[in-house]
């Protein structure tokens, strides 16, 4: 994001963040981005009404639609690949550190996210970048995808980093073996608007 991003995408990007942080096994594919109602969760703390609240204070409306839900329990990495086929747009929400989840805190503490990172990249095993080509020439999104927007809190926060780098970086070096260049349109909005 940067300073021109429109706020109704912020809180869209903030509610699939939440989202992110789902139990394994209950989003399922074209579900709707929606608010995670905290109280879902088998975690006690949830149940505080001082500390959590079970909506956002705020409302929003989407076409965006669960794509792909990717799951790697045994080390703690969660991702939301969401869909809205009428505008061309993605998100990919990143879940981050999971209350007391020893292997979100192994990751945190040993490897700043990493190792989840590298299991979801990896073709054999998440194969992020895979997913959103097959998104991309699926024929719900007909070769194209306008943009592209990563976000995560917490670990979620550095997955999400990580994610807009390596996509840059592809889209830098597909571009240079065209005899082309990349920019990102939110750093060019950015650099113009400086």
């Known amino acids: 994001m940067t300073v021109r991003t429109n706020?109704?995408?912020s809180k869209l990007l903030l509610v699939a963040c939440d989202?992110?942080?789902?139990?394994?096994?209950?989003?399922?594919?074209?579900?709707?981005l929606a608010?995670?109602?905290?109280?879902?969760s088998n975690d006690p703390a949830y149940a505080n009404p001082d500390i959590y609240r079970d909506l956002p204070q705020f409302s929003t409306t989407s076409n965006y639609k669960v794509y792909q839900v990717m799951e790697r329990p045994?080390?703690?990495a969660k991702a939301v690949i969401y869909e809205d086929t009428a505008t061309k747009q993605v998100i990919v929400a990143f879940g981050g550190t999971d209350g007391l989840?020893?292997?979100?805190?192994?990751?945190?503490?040993q490897s700043v996210g990493w190792k989840q990172?590298?299991?979801?990249?990896d073709p054999e095993r998440g194969n992020l970048f895979g997913r959103l080509d097959a998104l991309k020439n699926s024929s719900n999104m007909g070769g194209t995808i306008a943009n592209i927007h990563s976000t995560g809190q917490s670990l979620g926060g550095a997955l999400a980093q990580y994610a807009a780098y390596e996509y840059v970086r592809q889209q830098r070096r597909a571009a240079q073996q065209q005899g082309g260049s990349y920019t990102p349109s939110n750093c060019y909005e950015w650099r113009r608007a400086a």
């Open 101 to 109: 989840d020893l292997p979100d805190w192994v990751t945190n503490t």
């Open 117 to 121: 990172w590298e299991a979801l990249v």
């Open 19 to 32: 989202q992110s942080y789902f139990n394994y096994g209950t989003l399922a594919t074209g579900m709707s």
């Open 35 to 40: 608010p995670l109602p905290d109280k879902s």
């Open 74 to 76: 045994e080390i703690g």
């Open 7 to 9: 706020v109704d995408l």
